[in-house]
């Protein structure tokens, strides 16, 4: 299977249009040894890298398309490398990208969870909207651990796993999560039997969350924040990382001491990380104590083949 990772920030972007911070304005004026990055999306291919499966659908969709030449039209004259998309949760970073998916010709076939479709009809009303344009072709994504596939993408199978983290803040379960709220999703390939596991939202470490990264041979997790207190230290928010679903990377309990107790050969690589998160600074202290932990920062562009 192909991997390519789409956007690796998190909701706004890096650096983020309205933000100062260290990062964003380094990024810009170059004091900052760090790459721009769009928000949270990736791609996989399983046997033919031709038809691809959208995993979350960015904000920045238009311009991540036109940076990856396997999505771009190449077979009619109305064309797309995306068969499907597939959403972990109903945030805006992971759906809005929907809406400039419109012109697609047939009804766009879509993954989601119950409550994300529940979500994505009534506090975002995105699938309604686009019933004014190419509409959806909406499959049940279960929580039970069966798996299923995407029709064209041959070779891989996908299976999720309902995750502890929060739901957007316009879900009627935002206080109160429900199971289906936030996903990780193991992708296999059918032929090698190689796995890898996908969390961008990941909020508490849990036994079934570690058996699947145990199995697989990479993973992509949530990489939002370094510190608990991040943005309460920024002033830009009076919320943890944990209160909104995010497990920080440092300090007891922290992403880095979970990912330090699996097996060597499990590939660590970070995603959907924060613009205000020091470790987008190659030059920091924190990123180099990730390189030390083994695990890698995830970027635009990224690509990884099982
Ligand atoms: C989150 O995952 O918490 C989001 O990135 C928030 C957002 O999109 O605003
Ligand atoms: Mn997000
Ligand atoms: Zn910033």
Redesign the pocket.
Known sequence: MQIIVLGAS???GFPQWNCNCRNCAGVRNGSVKAVVRTQSSICVSGDNCQDWVLLNASPDILQQIKSTPELQPGRMLRDSGIAGVILVDG???HTTGLYMLREQKQRLPLWCTDPVYEDLIQGNPILKVLEHYCGVDRQVVAINGSSFEIPKVGGITFSALSLDSKAAPYSSHREQSVPGDNIGLTITDKFSGRRVFYAP?LGARNDAVFQRMCEADCILVDGTFWTDDEMIGWELSSKTARD???LPQSGKGGMMEWLSELPVHVRKILIHINNTNPILDEASPQRAELTRYGIEVAHDGMRISL
């Open positions: 998190a909701g706004g945030q805006i970073d939202g909104i679903g995010h």
